[in-house]
């Protein structure tokens, strides 16, 4: 059988030909005008975050040195704010404040909120959609619905909870024209407030853990509480210090509640720092001072996380080994 030849070309290698010339590298600018319009796209968001989120945080930064009241020039004192900060009474009175009505509403708030997203995770709740949105639904509710709400609610005379107290032959309280129990409703419309909130969060990593591990508890014999104790909690402590965080970062620089309910008051009972900051910024026009003091509060809030991240980061390295 005749065997047909067929002579190929050798493969061009590279070896000893000419390589092909590699693409010229672009300029900044070269970039800039081949892609400009991508940039343009996204353009507006930085534009506007510029102007209205970049600026003011270093606009306020820069009259934290200066003493202003929006309307005179503005005359460079140093740190002048900050040494008026360390000896103003008003302040720590202020976080003093911040921190009982802190206290009084974020325990209840977390204990609440894991109560609620418990149930609503269970199997043998019907009508869960509307349950949620019934919990959920303060956190969306106007601030003059609110006002005007728990101004019937707390009012001493025709209050809603003082008449339904004179049931049980208990005196009215004075819920929010006494300098004792101001900081308390405070309190109570926070709860109301941003309950639905945490349970949100709490609800999500709920239905975040596997079902695998309460079945291996079961089949060895755990109950619904054991269960709750050693698999559920133990899962939800990240969702539990995230919550924890926000409360106490949201009564720092809470104002709405104190201010449609008490504005601060009787005298300065309730006045957080939120109020704070509003006064000597909008009934005192010192710009400087209160931007002073807004950074240096939320500059040792952030080195407080920082530190609290770091402690809680080192436990949980130590558990695991």
């Not at 343009?40 to 102007?51: E, T």
């Not at 009972?269 to 001072?289: A, E, V």
Request: proline share 5%.
């Amino acid at each position: 059988m005749n065997k047909i030849m067929i002579r190929t070309k050798p493969l061009n290698t590279g070896t000893h030909s000419n390589p092909v010339p590699a693409a010229p590298a672009l300029s900044r600018a070269g970039k800039l005008r081949k892609y400009r319009h991508f940039y343009l796209f996204v353009s507006p968001f930085f534009i506007l975050f510029g102007v209205f989120g970049l600026f003011p945080v270093i606009f306020s930064f820069a009259i934290s040195f200066a003493d202003w009241d929006g309307l005179t020039k503005m005359r460079w004192v140093g740190l002048g704010n900050f040494v008026e900060l360390a000896g103003d009474d008003m302040l720590r009175t202020a976080l003093w404040n911040t921190l009982i009505i802190g206290l009084l509403h974020i325990p209840i708030i977390m204990v609440l909120s894991f109560v609620f997203a418990q149930m609503l995770n269970a199997q043998w709740l019907k009508l869960k959609g509307f349950y949620r949105a019934a919990v959920f639904l303060p956190c969306v509710t106007p601030m003059v619905v609110i006002a005007i709400v728990f101004g019937l609610l707390f009012s001493p005379e025709r209050g809603v909870l003082n008449y339904g107290l004179s049931f049980f032959h208990v005196h009215a309280i004075p819920w929010v024209t006494s300098e004792s129990w101001s900081k308390v409703s405070v309190a109570i419309l926070v709860i109301w407030r941003w309950t639905g909130y945490n349970m949100v969060l709490m609800l999500a990593a709920l239905q975040g853990i596997s079902e695998d591990y309460y079945e291996a508890a079961s089949l060895d014999g755990a109950n619904g509480f054991y269960q709750m104790v050693y698999i559920t909690v133990p899962l939800m402590r990240p969702i539990f210090r995230l919550c924890l965080l926000l409360s106490a970062i949201g009564t720092l620089y809470m104002f709405d509640e104190p201010f449609v309910l008490t504005n601060g008051g009787p005298g300065i009972s309730s006045t957080n720092l939120g109020i704070y900051l509003f006064k000597i910024s909008f009934d005192d026009f010192h710009f400087g001072y209160a931007s002073c003091v807004a950074y240096t509060v939320a500059t040792v809030v952030f080195i407080g996380t920082i530190i609290a991240n770091k402690i809680t980061a080192r436990r949980e390295a130590k558990a695991r080994s």
